[in-house]
């Protein structure tokens, strides 16, 4: 049925209101998974003619929407008045397939009518019919088996003859009652009388005529053959059957009166529909080229819908700001997702007690629970810059450090985690540094909250590190990466961060906004890690811009899992 | 975090001055406090207050007090800090008590002008102090009484559990301790702070009335403060001295910002604290932090003078004396998150002003760069993207059903352990769960489908230092009638030779991909992923009625060779 709209729709590509754009998008591929052609070339042409004659306007309308496939047929009746389906076939004008389709749009055209319709049945041997074409019907075979003084009983007949049940059952049963066979003691069967076999014989006969000619006309039979044949024909809901009886429809066309001027416009023209849609390479080695006339399409219509190789939106998005931060000079860093609480917080000089390490703030993982150490000399120093300052200048949070929360295994919280591990490892100084990291939060999943989330964060160490320094790149990245003009610089806090500051925006399309927030690490984060310079840490929250790029308002389309969402997606930076 | 309503005329009149909203944003960003609501009818402020060791700003009064500092130019000195008086109000505190919730501190409010917005404000800094300071009352929590029904001495002792009994807060009969915990709202939520003690935490004056069941619940008798109240009594317990010695620092300067009168209360110990066995309360616990200009002009930048410096700090509350070249603060007895001396350049830049703070371009050159991995990486989706691949971005929290049963994969896994939902409970070990998550949504987008996912996963791996690997991983999937073997093999035969990386595929036998259509990708005899069909049970399970041909690689390990 869709295909048949299909048909019809791809002829007329802007008129498929009322057939959905999936549906139409699934057949268009099954089509092309069927014939091997592409719909482009089985549907957006149309005639064009040079020389209209004397039309009026509805019939040149009519002329023009001509598809090849309908003047071929028009042309059929060159020389006929009526012409029968099967003749159209059977003469290989048309074939079967695209006679239904061109028929179909004279039909309605009123180009061509039906005058006559008529229904050939003819009658072929189902799969059974076949294999007792070539064995025999059970009644058969047990007969001959018999008459050869072969003894079995009637548990024996199945696997003995490779019969199921059923059509044991039933070839007992006709043999029985038809007084052939009788049944002894012990199962055993008996040849009864030689009489009365004519009926299984005269069945196996016209199974071997009908297995000859593969398929026969129904009409041409005796009366008999149809008897039998309506005896043992698969019907609806039977399984097993001996012969198909399958019917032919065989219409009649004829012209319309409308078809008639039509045909003869066509005749003078020259038009017979075999014009050339398709340039071959054929054509341009042998030269024929040069007699054929080439359709001309009606390239105003609207091609059909391709997917294309594609990077997924949202990673356009952070590989423009990816290339960004390298372009400023900043080095990626990486880290692993599951995280011990020391790195994602003991490190960053979160005290064990802080809220944000909450059992509702921060994802821990079941097993294993903990890791297996803490880095030398990494775990000592934070424990004692968290218990008196350590050797930091700072009095510390003077609380019983616990190592064994430390070890605890958790699912990243915060992007800075990376930094911390990059101040541990060395960094180059001056250094600038970027992330790009996977993040777990507790959170319910809403318009605002995904279950895990990108943040973009990273640090610049250096001796010119300082609060002027700090502004002076946050105002950079607010340029660069959020492409903002005005600035406002807000107090903030951080756990880790003194001086601390908020940056805000005035994004062009959603006014002022918190673009990310910055400060300079505190020396309890920065000293026990082995760094001597004073180091800028800074995170953006671009999420919101990102919804504006790809023009969404729910943060979980970000991750979404619609193809065809995906797949149209643009993005405007 | 913490978020107070209050009143935009309360807050007026402990500013002494009316404010228009854009002043309001401004000075509330001194306390780097944040508007969130403002409802003009009912006159109400909703504001966030971000740092965490602010609790003194958890007020309208610490809030008015930070602005109206900034206004006057001078610091607000408490007098009743450091108070020597005679005959104080005492609270005895027993020697057992040390056990179970060792320290208190109090003082007495006298002439109350209490109207109800006032009482909504006390009772609202009680609650802030108690649930987020005090860690919903475990560290910290505040109890307030009628002043005038209470004999001193007070004494804080502990108690078993079945032998006392008073009416609490809410009740109109006498409960004992274990009752309380068994069945009042309070007990319920709170018991488990004490109830793992034999005994415990009681307050009972000198006529031997209960206060209070600290931290649960007041007695009702005294422990309920009603707009008539004139004369209060306000305590802390606690398990951190500190703590409680700030709560009532807070608290007792709130009120005495209220006109309130003030009167310390002795506390007198059996034991020794880290202040001595007799404190008098609100007690300040200042220690003069000595800085030299250098180190501020150092982290803010730019040439400071001491005088400056004095100026702007006294301005944000602190007292300063100059040196040479130094300044010694001492900051105010409110407030306790002066750690290092970068705390108090912090106040002094929030003082002066971040505006005024001309930026700077760090200028040092440094070379950017990709990690080996994210190079690698991109060389590959760029492969994917020009083979006609669409790439895909998925989340990296899945069901245990999505990455285990569906696939037919009994693998260890690495689960949360404290659900939120159990759709998001387990982090994804592979991509091609992504991938058939995305094919389930999307039958009707029209094939082929073709799409990748290069994204991190994570490995069960117990003998790792955190228990797992994480990994980046490629996933590829192709789906359409007459998808094949052959033709997702052609795709990964082609992205090998561009790489310039030879391997070979290996028979597997694998639960997601269908028998003999599967191979493990061996590249120099390491197996690095896998290639087959689809698993039609696997496709069932996810309810996915395209068949569909699919590859999987690690990448990190691949980079490397």
């Given at each position: ?165 059923l059509e044991v059952s039933s070839a007992l049963g006709a043999l029985k009652e038809s007084g052939v066979i009788m049944i002894t003691h012990g199962g055993f069967l008996e040849l009864k009388s030689d009489k009365g076999t004519e009926e299984f014989e005269s069945l196996q006969d016209l199974i071997g005529l009908i297995g000859e000619k593969e398929s026969l006309n129904l009409g041409d039979l005796s009366d008999e053959h149809k008897s039998i044949i309506e005896a043992h024909h698969r019907k609806r809901g039977k399984s097993k059957g001996i012969f198909r009886i399958s019917e032919k429809r065989n219409r009649i066309f004829s012209l319309t009166e409308n078809g008639r001027s039509i045909l003869s416009v066509l005749l ?267 180091v800028i840490a800074w995170g953006l929250g671009l999420d919101r811009m990102a919804m504006v790029a790809l023009d969404i308002n729910d943060i979980r389309d970000l991750f979404s899992r619609d193809l065809d969402f995906i797949r149209t997606k643009k993005i405007r930076l | 975090m913490a978020t107070v309503d209050i009143k935009k005329k309360d807050l007026e009149r402990l500013f002494q001055k009316r404010l228009t909203r854009s002043h309001l944003e401004e000075y509330l960003s001194l306390a780097k406090a944040e508007l969130k609501e403002y409802n003009i009818e009912t006159d109400s402020l909703k504001i966030e207050l971000s740092d965490s060791n602010r609790p003194d700003l958890w007020s309208v009064e610490g809030i ?498």
């Open positions: 049925m869709v295909s048949q709209r299909l048909l019809r729709w791809q002829r007329h590509p802007r008129d498929y209101s009322n057939i959905g754009r999936t549906a139409v998008s699934a057949v268009l591929n099954g089509l092309n998974l069927l014939t091997g052609e592409t719909p482009v070339l089985l549907s957006f042409y149309t005639v064009n003619f040079l020389n209209r004659g004397t039309l009026h306007p509805e019939q040149e309308k009519i002329l023009e929407s001509l598809h090849p496939l309908e003047i071929k047929l028009l042309h059929s009746f060159r020389d006929k008045e009526t012409l029968a389906s099967k003749e159209i076939i059977d003469k290989g004008l048309i074939d079967e397939s695209r006679l239904d389709m061109a028929s179909n749009w004279l039909l309605k055209k009123g180009l061509i009518e039906i005058s006559g319709e008529e229904v050939t049945s003819s009658v072929s041997l189902t799969e059974t019919g076949g294999d007792y074409c070539k064995n025999n019907i059970p009644e058969i075979r047990i007969l001959s088996a018999l008459r050869e003084g072969r003894s079995f009983t009637v548990k024996d007949i199945n696997h003995t003859f490779h019969l199921d049940l003078k023209q020259g038009e017979t529909g075999e014009d050339v849609s398709q340039l071959t390479p054929d054509m341009l080695k042998e030269g024929t080229w040069k007699n054929k006339t080439f359709r001309k399409y009606n390239i105003s219509l609207s091609p059909p819908r391709i997917s294309i190789g594609k990077k997924h939106p949202y990673r356009e998005f952070l590989d423009f700001v990816k290339y960004k931060f390298i372009a400023m000079g900043f080095e990626e860093m990486r880290g692993p997702l599951i995280e011990n609480e020391f790195w994602n917080m003991d490190a960053l000089y979160m005290p064990q007690f802080h809220p944000a390490r909450d059992i509702h703030d921060v994802y821990f993982t079941k097993e294993p629970s903990q890791c297996r150490e803490i880095e030398s000399p990494f775990g000592k120093r934070v424990a004692e810059t968290h218990i008196h300052g350590g050797k930091t200048g700072s009095k510390g949070w003077g609380y019983p450090f616990d190592i064994n929360r430390a070890r605890r295994l958790i699912l990243r919280s915060q992007g800075t985690t990376i930094s911390a591990r990059t101040l541990a490892s060395g960094p180059k100084i001056p250094g600038k540094y970027f992330s790009i990291a996977r993040c777990f939060r507790y959170d319910t999943v809403d318009a605002t909250h995904a279950p895990d989330f990108y943040q973009i964060e990273g640090i610049v160490l250096g001796e010119e590190i300082n609060f002027r320094t700090l502004l002076g790149l946050l105002k950079l990245l607010g340029e660069e990466i959020a492409m903002v003009k005005e600035f406002q610089f807000l107090p903030a806090y951080f756990p880790f961060t003194e001086p601390s500051v908020e940056l805000h925006g005035k994004h062009a399309k959603l006014g002022w906004m918190e673009l990310g927030g910055a400060g300079i690490f505190r020396p309890e984060v920065t000293i026990p890690l082995g760094v001597k310079v004073p | 008015a007090r930070q602005m109206r500092t900034h206004l006057s130019g001078n610091p607000v000195n408490y007098p009743f800090f450091g108070m020597r008086k005679k005959h104080l109000r005492e609270i005895k505190v027993s020697s057992e008590i040390k056990q179970v919730r060792p320290y208190i501190a109090a003082c007495a409010v006298l002439g109350l002008r209490m109207n109800e917005d006032f009482l909504v404000q006390i009772i609202q800094s009680q609650d802030k102090l108690s649930e987020i300071f005090g860690r919903k009352r475990r560290m910290v929590s505040v109890g307030i009484y009628e002043l005038d029904r209470i004999l001193f001495p007070v004494n804080y002792m502990l108690a078993e559990p079945d032998r006392v009994s008073f009416i609490p807060l809410g009740m109109d009969k006498r409960m004992n301790l274990k009752e309380v915990l068994e069945r009042h709202p309070k007990g319920i939520t709170y018991g488990s702070i004490v109830s793992n003690f034999k005994k415990y935490p009681l307050l009972i004056d000198s006529n031997a009335q209960v206060l209070s069941f600290p931290p649960i619940i007041n007695s009702r008798e005294i422990g309920e403060v009603k707009t008539e109240t004139k004369n209060i009594f306000v305590e802390v317990t606690g398990i951190d001295l500190r703590m409680v010695n700030l709560a009532i620092n807070i608290l007792s300067v709130n009120l005495h910002d209220r006109g309130a009168k003030i009167e310390p209360v002795l506390i007198s110990y059996l034991y020794q604290t880290e202040f001595g066995k007799k404190i008098t309360t609100p007690f300040s616990m200042v220690e003069p932090v000595k800085i030299s200009t250098r180190e501020f002009t150092k982290t803010l930048g730019e040439e400071v003078s001491p005088l400056e410096i004095r100026k702007c700090l006294v301005r944000y509350g602190h007292n300063v004396s100059v040196g040479r070249s130094s300044i010694t603060v001492s900051y105010p007895p409110y407030r306790d998150d002066i750690m290092h001396p970068v705390d108090i350049i912090e106040d002094m830049a929030i003082s002066k002003g971040y505006s005024s703070f001309k930026p700077e371009m760090p200028h040092q050159s440094t070379v950017g760069g990709l990690s080996e991995t994210e190079l690698f990486s991109d060389l590959v989706r760029d492969y994917l993207v020009g083979a006609g691949f669409q790439e895909i971005v998925s989340n990296i929290l899945g069901s245990p059903e999505e990455f285990r049963e569906r696939m037919c994969i009994d693998e260890k896994l690495i689960e949360i352990e404290n659900v939120m939902s159990r759709s998001y409970s387990v982090v994804r070990n592979r991509i091609l769960p992504s991938l058939l998550k995305v094919e389930t949504a999307s039958s009707k987008s029209f094939y082929p489908h073709r799409v990748f996912e290069v994204g991190e996963v994570v490995i069960y791996d117990p003998l790792q230092n955190l228990g797992s690997q994480t990994r980046l991983n490629l996933g590829a999937l192709i789906s359409h009638p007459a998808v094949s073997f052959s033709e997702i093999h052609s795709y990964l035969d082609l992205l090998f030779f561009y790489l310039g990386i030879s391997y070979r595929l290996e028979p597997e036998e694998h639960p997601a991909f269908m028998p003999g259509r599967c191979g493990n990708i061996i590249v120099e005899e390491k197996a690095l992923g896998l290639i087959g069909e689809v698993n039609p049970a696997v496709l069932d399970h996810w309810q996915i009625t395209m068949p569909c041909s699919a590859f999987e690689i690690n990448l990190d390990t691949l980079s490397t060779f």
